[in-house]
């Protein structure tokens, strides 16, 4: 089959395209920009890429015509820019308007379990969304998941870091919110079950794992997985803003998404009983333990496939990342370096390639987590987010407070756009020149006289910062 995958850059898509090569499907993948998407990852001639923005009707031309299913696996819930909900109403109008148009017998749409009558305005979106989705030209199938468990997963790595960080938790009342977390890896299983699957068409599923369980019991069995012992306090007086603000700052998620997951909390999300097992052929469900061994198990041999945190959440680079990778020069503060190679620069550059998360930036490490810090202080991303691979990277991943907009091996060149919180735009570059020379070049375009202010201001750290990062990276074992 030829089928159309939106949301390819996504966590649930970047999982799900492989499956479907491997099954053998032409898959045509929908990304707002080429540069984000891992060409190197994938070695098919099934395999098509085209850039398409749902929000942007001129581009939606670029689908062909002759698809035969498509994924709708869009979601705008943690982009800080807007109104989310009214960003996946155009995209979901966008969709179905195009799709129609194409010869596509079925639309397979990942949402959100909706079993009460009182929703988070997250939740309300997804519903919404389904129904736009409707139309008499396709069929179309809804799953509707609760938390999702896999490596690299927003609740994974939640529940992750409240539970490794605190060994007291001190934690709202939505801690008591019932809900059915479901492994990614059946997530994958039922998405493919359902393709060109007739009995589905027109339906909605509601998808879980075995068992139903509190968040409090999540975090509890997580801490026993990794052998911690955690306590934990239910506390009835923490308002919606204080909760948000708790999750900001102890996880490393950003304060948007902190604020619409604590209103997605307090709703319990369990299935509703339905025969979907039965027409795709059975499928083993995976239990809670057992997902999150599986998750440590792709950590521990860095085999992360995607990330939530790779999402796009700065307005700046919400049309894409390939309108910033010709760095600017005029109008800019630049501090540019060069220093001889005293190393093999094979070695030089996995250096550039390990640089953040774990490892620190090579010098001065502590200057740059007083950076970090003040950053979540305005309500920045800071460095929590780390890396996803210890020595991997590729574009359009998110690296501490910095986004890559080029990782190029070839050319040995690493380029990375700031996301912190500043009054301006900034850029770091790495690159080897003649296998000999290592060149840094920090890249700052100031907005007004905040951002000139801001220049020097942290001038002297800089000098101190950028001179001890290049030599380490160029001299040092």
Not at 200 to 225: C, P, Q, W
Not at 315 to 335: A, E, R
Not at 393 to 421: C, P, T
Not at 446 to 472: C, D, E, N, Q
């Amino acid at each position: 089959m030829k089928i159309l995958l939106t949301g390819a850059t996504g966590y649930i898509a970047q999982r799900l395209l492989p499956v479907l090569l491997e099954n053998g499907h032409q898959v045509v993948c929908c990304v707002r920009d080429t540069s984000r998407f891992n060409h190197e990852r994938y070695h098919s001639t099934d395999l098509t890429v085209i850039e398409v923005n749902f929000l942007d009707e001129e581009t939606l031309d670029r689908i062909p015509a002759d698809i035969d299913a498509a994924y709708y696996l869009i979601h705008s819930m943690s982009t800080s820019v807007g109104d989310f909900a009214k960003l996946e109403d155009v995209s979901a109008h966008n969709f179905r308007s195009r799709i129609e148009q194409t010869s596509a017998v079925q639309v397979i749409y990942l949402s959100g379990i909706t079993n009460t009558q009182h929703l988070s305005k997250h939740l309300n979106s997804r519903k919404n969304v389904e129904e736009i989705l409707r139309s008499d030209k396709y069929g179309l199938t809804t799953l509707k998941a609760g938390i999702i468990i896999g490596s690299g997963s927003a609740s994974f790595e939640i529940i992750r870091d409240l539970v490794e960080k605190l060994p007291l938790i001190i934690a709202p009342r939505w801690l008591n919110t019932h809900s059915q977390p479901i492994a990614i890896r059946n997530v994958l299983q039922y998405l493919l079950g359902v393709l060109n699957n007739k009995p589905t068409f027109n339906h909605s599923y509601d998808i879980g794992g075995t068992k139903v369980l509190t968040y409090k019991e999540m975090l509890l069995r997580f801490a026993k997985v990794r052998g911690l012992k955690r306590i934990i306090r239910v506390v009835p007086v923490m308002t919606p803003r204080l909760s948000s603000y708790w999750l900001y700052f102890v996880t490393s998620t950003s304060y948007s998404l902190a604020s619409h997951l604590v209103n997605s909390m307090k709703v319990e999300v369990i299935c509703k009983e339905n025969n979907l097992n039965e027409l795709i052929g059975g499928i083993e469900l995976i239990g809670y333990n057992k997902a999150i061994q599986l998750a440590f198990g792709k950590i521990e041999q860095n085999q992360v496939v995607s990330s939530w945190k790779d999402a796009l959440t700065s307005s700046v680079l919400m049309n894409g990342i390939s309108p910033h990778i010709q760095v600017p020069k005029f109008g800019c503060f630049i501090d540019k370096r060069r220093i001889k190679i005293t190393r093999e620069p094979e070695k030089v550059l996995q250096k550039i390639w390990s640089i953040g998360g774990t490892r620190g930036w090579y010098h001065a490490n502590w200057l740059w987590e007083i950076r970090g810090a003040l950053d979540r202080l305005t309500g920045g991303v800071g460095l929590r987010r780390g890396r996803k691979n210890p020595t991997e990277i590729s574009a359009g991943e998110s690296l501490d407070f910095w986004r890559v907009l080029m990782a190029n091996k070839s050319e040995k060149r690493l380029l990375l756009y700031a996301e912190m919180r500043l009054p301006g735009e900034a850029w770091l570059e790495f690159k080897i020149i003649n296998d000999n020379e290592l060149v840094q070049t920090a890249t700052f375009r100031p907005l007004g006289i905040w951002g000139r202010t801001y220049w020097y201001s942290v001038l002297p750290f800089h000098g101190y910062i950028f001179k001890g990062m290049i030599k380490a990276i160029a001299t040092k074992e």
